[in-house]
Structures are given as structure tokens and as C-alpha cells.
């Protein structure tokens, strides 16, 4: 008993199955949507009989109005020499056609047409539904019935005679088809001469080929060549040509059918993502396309930002273009990356995810990196710095890990970063899933402002240092470290005086400096010179100027130049003490001669002594003495040229010249050196260009002129007594 039951049930189902590809291989109803004029006459009513599979059938083509969402369509066949009927009830939802046949089986699901949609070329076009039906079956030579019904009102009625042959196929156009890869075109050579509608599409089934671009009407007289510009090169992109009229035969050509395709970026391009759950479905624009993608995560670092950086160890697994994702953290910026024949896509499916189960935020420090976490349950984080190079960021320094507890409090993983470093990042994944935020800090203002700080810090340090070194060289420049300096004139000249004198005050007044001279003591009864007399004065003050280290300087002239030949002559006389202890008050002329050439004898015992001369200097006037020539044995004596070596004879008198590795000092005493011989030079320029009416007349006049103005010519008349210089650095007592 059992047997039999099941053997009933397997002829059931094969009767149902039987019934079922009949009705699939015959009964296929398409929709389309297309654009007539607004006075078309709807509804139109069209039957023909036609030979599918050997067998004779009548087919359905009824062009009405779109169906409205609560309208139901019902297409009643009547034969009624055979007592048959058929009825198809078929209702809208979106652009699918759900429909069903009296003649199938009611308890099963109903069929599913999708709406070929067309666009309008003009507004004043009205859309028209195409509904064509293959086929009611019905035999040769009997008469059959049709009508058309909406909400139980009769739209169209007509009778149709089943023909013994059937119709022959109606006539498409033909036309030859080129493909250029590289431009993406068609060129359409055309091999008929009627009128010709073209129009691209795309072949998603055996059926149905969704329009891209209607081209229009040609003349293939007037045009035999046309070419079609397609948006993606892809295996399913066709051209549909047919003959001007209402619901006539198409002729659907696919070109890139049977082609190998290496471009890849055109697949990804016209492709999309699909998010089913924890299934990722890639769907390109070919359903029969047979691309195998890699696909991976990445982080889009930012919204705005095309580029996503890439996940280490993140390609997801799957088949038949379905990929899981159940254990990938699905934050919004966590992206896929489809890669096909060196060509990439990015997708981001998990922006409408919403709220993540954790978040982050990054707080910087100054040698650090601090990241904030927070999580809806328990999970282990671990973070890392990279280093951005170009659309990828590379792993650098070490792994940090950390367990975080789910609820409302924050936790702190700190990352260690390095001082002087640019383009780094930092990377933070939860380890039980795929894929790792990147969190790329705007470290440049920081750095910047480190920077500055510390340069900042270095030019006060600097400020400061220098400020020390300033106040010490000008305590140098200005104080008693100051080497003394003992000038002697070489000729009793007014205007050679003059400039003596005013070098000397210039020194003194300006620089501070012990300068020592002796037509400052003249004209002071108490002075060392008036109670030592001139050669005394003067061996005592070379040595007291030697001992400190100073210098004494002879102010050389071309009376100098005379007067030294002279004493050469007279070297091997020497001067009697009594002579030099009878003078108590010279005057002026008589002052300048002694004392020169006591300068000479101590000039030329310390060239041939073991120093060699130092501790002396000769200095000449630029503007007096241009005739002065210094004898041979002198010219090892530094000799300096006023005013153009005032800078140089300053920084020789400064006890800061002095000493190995003070460089510092050294560079900031020859600056300010130059800096108070800027100050010296105007006044020493303005005594050189005060000219003596004296020196305008000829010797011999010049000297009887000096006998009867004598005490006007003398130094005295031109120096003014410093007598706290001399009083402050008395000369020391020769031993008699």
C-alpha cells in the first residue's frame, strides 16, 4: 500500500514538472514600456498565429496604458470548438509583473516578468505598455477568442482564424558590426535600405535587453555608417536594430559576446556591491560574466579622501561571488577593495551600518600617542604606528596590546612616537575581527610648534650669551683690563700735536683707556714730568706701560725721519743726569725733542733685545705724513695708518685680544673695536683737515715766524692739561 502511494506521488510530480516546462518554453509573457504620441489609440489588440516547436499557437500582443499599483489585468482565450479556455491574471509591483495562467497549477508561486523600461525622447510622449504572450495552443483551422479586462471591465475583444502554416518570421534589419576596444565604439555598417531604429543595451537574459541609448531613426541611404559610443566595455552590451512600426520584430546583436576582455576597470566600473546580512554579494553588470575578484578591506582614512589604505592579512574569503563579512569590524569608513586584471574598486557597503561596537578617538602628547576606547563587550585591542607611503601605510615599531571592558568607561592604549618623525599614523584593530582603523594625526602644527618653541628657547639662550659676552667685552673694551697706552710725539709741529692729542682725548674720553702723554703734563707744576723732568718721565713710564702689558706708541712724522739720523750720529753721547735732573720746568719745545728721542733709545734697545720690539708701535697720519719714510730698522715695529687701522690699533690695546679659545670674545671686542673707531675717526678727520697757516710758508720763513710766535706754535697752546691722567698713573722713580 505504501509502494502505490509513492508511486502516485512520483507521476504527480512528474505530470506537475511536464506541465511546467510546457508552460515556460511556451507560455513567456515579455513587457515593455515604451513612447507614443498622445493621441494614440490604446487599447490594440493583435493576434497571430505562429509555429513554436512544431506545434501551432496563437500569440498575444496587447498595447494599453501603464498598469496603475491596484489595477489587475486579466487576457481571457476562448476556443470555442474545442470547449478551452485560458486566462492569464497578471498585477503590477514596481517594475516587475507578477501573472499566473488558469491552466497551471494555482498553488504554486507566480510568475515574475520584469518591465523593459525606454526613456521618452520627447515630453509630450505618453508611456505605453507592450504585453506580448507566447502562446495560447489551439488547432489549425478553428476560430478563437480574445479579450482584454481591467477590474472586471472589458477593455478589447477580438477573433482570430488559426491558419493551417503558420506566419513566416517578419524581416530585421542587417547590418555589419566592428568594435573598437580602445575607443569603446561601434561602427555599424548597414545592409538594408529601409528606415532603421538603433538603440544600445544591455543583455541581462535570454529575453531581456535593457536599453542604454536610443540613437533614433537612419537612413541607411543617406548614412550607411553609424557609430555607437558605449559606456563600459562588457560582454553584454548589444545593439538592437529594427524597422520603423508598432510592435515589430527586434534584431539584438552582442559583439562582445565571445570576446576575451582584458580591461578589467570596465567590469569593476559597472559593477556594485550588495550587503545580505553577513554575505557580501558582488553583482556586475553581467549576470553571465565570469570574473573571479580578489576582494580585501580597507580604511578610508577620510571622508572626502578617495584613497583607502589597504588592511594587512584582510582578503575575504568566498564563492560564487559571495563573500562573508560576518567578522569584519563595520564601521563606516571600513571599505572592500574589488580587484580584477591589475584594476581596483573601492565599495564602502557599511556606511548605512550605523553605530559601530566600539570607537576610538586620539588625543596626541608630546612623545606620544594616546588612544581612547570604548566598547560595547569585552575584547581585546591592539594598536601600532605606520608610516604613509603614497596610498598604502606601512607597519613600524611595536605591537600594542591591551583588554578592554565593555560599558560606558574609556580606556587608554598609548603608543610611544618618535620626536622627529613625519607621516606617521597609527593603526588599531579589535583582534577577534578583520580589518584596522587608521587614525592619521595632524602632527605637522605640533612639530611646528615644537620647533619653534625649541628655537625660540635657543635664540633667548643665544640672546642671553650674547648679551654676557657683550657686557663683558665692553667691560674689557671700557675698563681696567685695558692695556695702558703712552703716546710720544715725534715732532713739535701744531697741527702734528694736534692730531696726537686728539687720538688721545678720542681714547681717553670715548674708550675709557690710561692713556699717557706727555704735553698733558706740561702745564701741571705737580705732575711727575715737571718733577722728573722729560727722559726721566719717559723710561719710567715705558717700563710702568711695558709691565701692564701696554703700548707705546710713537707718532712718527718727517721730522721723525730727520731727528733719527741725527741721533744715530750722536748715539755714543750719552746725556748727563745732571742735565735731565736740572730740568723742573721745561717748556713746550723743549719737551718733544728729549722725549722722542728717549722713545728712540728704548725703541731700539727692545728691537735688538730678546722681545724683538714688542711692546712698541709706530703709527703716521695719512693726511701728514705722506713724504714720512720709516727707516729700515724700525719697519719691524707694527706700524698703523690713521684713521684706516684705528679698528686695528683699538683691538690691539684690548686685554680680550689676548688668550687661546675665547673666540667669542675675541669676535665681539673686534666688532665693538670697529664700532668706537667709527666714533673716533670723524674727530681724528677733523684735527688732520685743520691746516696751520705755518705750514703753508716756506722753510726758512716758517722758521723766523716760529721765533716770533713761539709761544703760540707750542704744544701747549694746542694740548689742554689732563692732569688727572698723568696724577692717576704716576711714573715710577728711576734708580739714580
Same mark, same amino acid.
Given at each position: 500500500m505504501f509502494s502505490v502511494a509513492r508511486l502516485l506521488l512520483l507521476l504527480l510530480l512528474l505530470e506537475i514538472s511536464m506541465s511546467l516546462r510546457k508552460i515556460s518554453r511556451h507560455n513567456a509573457l515579455k513587457v515593455r514600456q515604451e513612447w507614443s504620441d498622445v493621441d494614440a489609440d490604446l487599447p490594440q489588440l493583435q493576434l497571430q498565429t505562429v509555429l513554436l516547436d512544431q506545434e501551432v499557437c496563437v500569440r498575444v500582443r496587447l498595447s494599453i496604458r501603464p498598469l496603475l499599483s491596484n489595477e489587475t489585468l486579466e487576457i481571457v482565450f476562448i476556443n470555442p470548438e474545442m470547449g478551452k479556455s485560458d486566462t492569464l491574471i497578471m498585477r503590477r509591483k514596481n517594475t516587475l509583473l507578477l501573472w499566473n495562467s488558469s491552466a497551471g497549477d494555482p498553488f504554486f508561486q507566480p510568475y515574475r516578468t520584469k518591465l523593459q523600461m525606454n526613456e521618452a525622447s520627447a515630453v509630450s510622449q505618453q508611456a505605453v505598455w507592450i504585453l506580448r504572450y507566447n502562446c495560447f495552443s489551439a488547432p489549425s483551422g478553428s476560430v478563437v477568442s480574445v479579450s482584454a479586462h481591467s477590474n472586471d471591465q472589458t477593455l478589447i475583444t477580438a477573433s482570430h482564424t488559426v491558419q493551417h502554416t503558420a506566419k513566416r518570421e517578419e524581416p530585421v534589419p542587417e547590418a555589419r558590426i566592428t568594435v573598437d576596444e580602445? /575607443?569603446?565604439?561601434?561602427?555599424?555598417?548597414?545592409?538594408?535600405?529601409?528606415?532603421?531604429?538603433?538603440?544600445?543595451?544591455?543583455?541581462? &537574459? &535570454? *529575453? /531581456?535587453?535593457?536599453?542604454?541609448?536610443?540613437?533614433?531613426?537612419?537612413?541607411p541611404q543617406e548614412r550607411p555608417t553609424v557609430n555607437l559610443s558605449f559606456p563600459h566595455l562588457v560582454p553584454c552590451v548589444c545593439v538592437q536594430l529594427w524597422f520603423d512600426g508598432v510592435d515589430v520584430k527586434r534584431k539584438t546583436e552582442c559583439p562582445l559576446k565571445d570576446r576575451i576582455l582584458s580591461r578589467g576597470g570596465d567590469v569593476l566600473s559597472s559593477s556594485t556591491v550588495e550587503l545580505y546580512g553577513s554575505v557580501l554579494h558582488w553583482k556586475p553588470l553581467c549576470p553571465s560574466d565570469q570574473s573571479d575578484p580578489s576582494v580585501s578591506l580597507c580604511w578610508r582614512i577620510n571622508v572626502q579622501d578617495p584613497h583607502c589604505v589597504p588592511a594587512p592579512n584582510s582578503t575575504l574569503q568566498g564563492s560564487n561571488l559571495e563573500y562573508d563579512v560576518s567578522a569584519v569590524d563595520k564601521h563606516p569608513q571600513m571599505c572592500v577593495q574589488v580587484s580584477l586584471n591589475s584594476s581596483e574598486r573601492i565599495f564602502c557597503p557599511f556606511q548605512s551600518e550605523g553605530r559601530s561596537e566600539w570607537s576610538v578617538k586620539l588625543v596626541s602628547g608630546s612623545l606620544h600617542l594616546h588612544l581612547r576606547l570604548k566598547t560595547d563587550t569585552d575584547a581585546n585591542f591592539s594598536a601600532q604606528l605606520c608610516q604613509r607611503d603614497g596610498d598604502v601605510c606601512v607597519s613600524t615599531g611595536p605591537v600594542v596590546s591591551r583588554t578592554v571592558t565593555g560599558g560606558a568607561v574609556e580606556s587608554d592604549i598609548s603608543v610611544s612616537l618618535p620626536f622627529l618623525s613625519s607621516g606617521l599614523c597609527v593603526q588599531v584593530w579589535r583582534v577577534d575581527?578583520?580589518?584596522?582603523?587608521?587614525?592619521?594625526?595632524?602632527?605637522v602644527h605640533r612639530r611646528w610648534g615644537l620647533l619653534l618653541g625649541s628655537a625660540v628657547v635657543l635664540l633667548l639662550l643665544l640672546f642671553c650669551v650674547t648679551l654676557h659676552l657683550l657686557d663683558r667685552s665692553r667691560s674689557v673694551l671700557r675698563g681696567s683690563e685695558r692695556r695702558p697706552l703712552l703716546l710720544v710725539c715725534s715732532s713739535s709741529d701744531a697741527q702734528h700735536v694736534s *692730531?696726537?692729542? &686728539?687720538? *688721545?682725548?678720542?681714547l681717553q674720553g670715548e674708550l675709557c683707556m690710561d692713556v699717557r702723554l706727555a704735553q698733558w703734563g706740561q702745564c701741571c707744576p705737580q705732575s711727575s714730568l715737571a718733577q722728573l723732568g722729560p727722559v726721566p718721565w719717559l723710561y719710567g713710564q715705558t717700563q710702568s706701560v711695558q709691565r701692564a702689558g701696554g703700548l707705546v706708541l710713537i707718532a712718527w712724522s718727517p721730522e721723525a725721519q730727520q731727528e733719527y739720523h741725527r741721533w744715530r750720529r750722536n748715539a755714543a753721547e750719552e746725556e748727563k743726569p745732571a742735565e735731565a735732573s736740572s730740568i723742573t720746568a721745561p717748556e713746550a719745545s723743549s719737551i718733544t725733542a728729549p722725549v722722542f728721542r728717549a722713545a728712540l733709545s728704548c725703541l731700539w734697545t727692545?728691537?735688538? &733685545?730678546? *722681545?724683538?720690539?714688542?711692546?712698541?708701535?709706530?703709527?703716521c697720519f695719512q693726511t701728514l705724513d705722506n713724504n714720512s719714510c720709516i727707516p729700515k730698522p724700525l719697519r719691524c715695529v707694527p706700524k698703523f695708518c690713521l684713521p684706516k687701522d684705528l679698528p686695528s690699533l683699538i683691538h690691539q690695546l684690548s686685554a680680550a685680544g689676548d688668550g687661546a679659545g675665547r673666540c667669542w670674545t675675541r669676535l665681539l671686542s673686534k666688532v665693538l673695536s670697529f664700532s668706537a673707531s667709527r666714533k673716533l675717526a670723524p674727530r681724528l678727520e677733523a684735527a688732520l683737515s685743520?691746516?696751520?697757516?705755518?705750514?703753508l710758508q716756506t722753510p726758512q720763513k716758517r722758521a723766523n715766524t716760529r721765533g716770533k710766535h713761539r709761544r703760540r706754535s707750542r704744544a701747549g697752546s694746542v694740548c689742554s692739561c689732563q692732569k688727572q691722567s698723568s696724577e692717576s698713573n704716576p711714573a715710577p722713580h728711576l734708580p739714580s
Open positions: 580602445q /575607443e569603446k565604439r561601434f561602427s555599424l555598417l548597414m545592409k538594408t535600405q529601409q528606415n532603421t531604429k538603433i538603440s544600445l543595451c544591455y543583455k541581462h &537574459s &535570454s *529575453a /531581456e535587453c535593457v536599453e542604454i541609448k536610443h540613437h533614433g531613426q537612419v537612413d575581527l578583520h580589518g584596522r582603523r587608521i587614525i592619521c594625526p595632524d602632527l *692730531a696726537v692729542c &686728539s687720538l *688721545a682725548s678720542g727692545g728691537i735688538h &733685545s730678546d *722681545a724683538r720690539g714688542r711692546g712698541f708701535g709706530l703709527v685743520v691746516r696751520d697757516p705755518l705750514i
